[in-house]
């Protein structure tokens, strides 16, 4: 069975489905490149949590009519209600794809290994996000989205 993945307009299997639509322990383990954690949809939009080399990563796929009724409510420079601001955006055919990162201050992030021992190693006052902190900061990311378009 093939399931049409709008958010990268490509075809995925059950095999993808399995491997991303099950949500994944975050590992705070330095690794090359990102990986998808968890994909889903919530309120019609879709979204992925990945680990990108060092910290965790949320992205929302805005379909083209929120993004215009957005703008008309003053919500320009996507300066929307996530952790640290919104710190991607990218076009798409037919909407936006808007990030975030939880690596600010105070948030932890994996250190490469040098030598056996991590370079920066995470302290105890950094705060370290479950997958239930990331998926609720991707609701209530998009709630506020909803929330601005239509009150």
């Known amino acids: 069975m093939l399931v049409y993945r709008n958010y990268f307009n490509t075809f995925m299997d059950e095999e993808y489905i399995d491997e991303y639509m099950k949500p994944k322990e975050?590992?705070?383990?330095?690794?090359?490149?990102?990986?998808?954690?968890?994909?889903?949809?919530?309120?019609?939009?879709?979204?992925?949590?990945?680990?990108?080399?060092?910290?965790?990563c949320c992205y929302i796929k805005v379909p083209y009519y929120l993004v215009?009724?957005?703008?008309?409510?003053?919500?320009?420079?996507?300066?929307?209600?996530?952790?640290?601001?919104?710190?991607?955006?990218?076009?798409?055919?037919?909407?936006l794809i808007l990030g975030w990162d939880y690596g600010h201050f105070g948030d932890a992030g994996a250190s490469p290994i040098y030598n056996g021992e991590p370079v920066s190693p995470i302290e105890p006052w950094e705060k370290q996000y479950n997958m239930f902190e990331l998926v609720k900061g991707v609701t209530d990311c998009i709630d506020d989205i909803f929330d601005t378009v239509f009150c």
């Open 26 to 56: 975050v590992k705070y383990e330095y690794t090359e490149g990102a990986e998808v954690l968890y994909a889903g949809c919530y309120r019609g939009i879709v979204f992925e949590i990945q680990w990108v080399s060092t910290h965790p």
């Open 68 to 95: 215009k009724l957005l703008y008309n409510h003053d919500y320009c420079d996507y300066n929307i209600n996530c952790h640290g601001g919104c710190t991607y955006s990218k076009d798409y055919n037919n909407g």
